[in-house]
């Protein structure tokens, strides 16, 4: 595994940093938790003054407005319903563009090619290495939700923790293989990082909209929100089956796709 271990290698401080700021946001609305609960009443009034589809555009999924207020509530609303996948999607398209498309802007692409293995093994080294930074940085994050939460004294449950982080992980994993597919496609960084952040946004829009437009229903369908349930994950500490199967069914599609792809570039190629 030398690619898998280059890859970590090269981007240590990369890694790094995205841990610290989860942890630093993590952390932020953890110490933020307990002010919320001593004046409840206030802000459900403050946040009843805005308009209903601002609240539903920050608030994804999560329900009921005295839900908000709940733990389980507020870090969904504060972090994991919007600003995690977020944070996570720089990451995932950040690295999973430069898998393939790194090397072709660099013309290094023929070094690449020739290391003496297969043209999937190496296009799945480096997809296992985003997996694996991926799996990394949301345990970690998850991690210090818990233990943040006993901290300061509202305690989330270790399996709706558990729950929300693998629902979380198979959320941002459509993404990833995305950028990993759109890379061996185009065979450039630019196009695969336009249209992941612009499909998430558009995506993101449509579901929170959709309450309130009979045209965004018809297509609401389409967006991965729709099926992106955070807060019944991390308060029933419960996975909807056919969600969960749906991001972990479609990820494996694109990358078997993109490892497709790539071979018939290698032919094409050479």
Do not use: C
């Amino acid at each position: 595994m030398p690619l898998l271990v280059r890859f970590f290698k090269d981007r240590a401080r990369g890694h790094a940093f995205f841990a610290l700021g989860l942890f630093s946001y993590a952390w932020m609305v953890a110490a933020f938790m307990p002010i919320i609960v001593k004046d409840t009443a206030a802000y459900q009034k403050l946040l009843e003054q805005y308009p209903r589809e601002l609240l539903t555009v920050l608030a994804g999924n999560i329900g009921s407005l005295e839900a908000w207020f709940t733990p389980e509530g507020f870090i969904s609303l504060e972090f994991l319903a919007l600003w995690f996948p977020v944070i996570m999607l720089g990451y995932v398209v950040g690295y999973g563009t430069a898998l393939v498309a790194k090397e072709v802007e660099n013309g290094t692409i023929e070094n690449l090619l020739a290391i003496p293995v297969s043209r999937t093994r190496l296009l799945l080294e480096r997809a296992l290495a985003l997996l694996i930074g991926l799996a990394a940085l949301t345990a970690f994050t998850f991690a210090s939700l818990y233990a943040l939460s006993r901290a300061y004294g509202f305690e989330l449950s270790a399996q709706g923790t558990l729950a929300a982080a693998i629902h979380v992980f198979g959320f941002v994993l459509v993404f990833a293989a995305l950028t990993v597919f759109l890379s061996a496609v185009f065979l450039e960084r630019g196009k695969p990082a336009a249209v992941t952040i612009g499909y998430f946004v558009l995506a993101h829009l449509v579901n929170a909209l959709a309450t309130n437009s009979e045209t965004l229903k018809d297509i609401q369908f389409l967006s991965l929100f729709k099926y992106y349930d955070v807060y019944t994950a991390l308060a029933e500490a419960r996975l909807d089956v056919w969600n969960n199967a749906l991001f972990f069914g479609l990820s494996a599609a694109l990358f078997a796709a993109a490892v497709f792809i790539f071979r018939r570039r290698d032919i094409l190629i050479a």
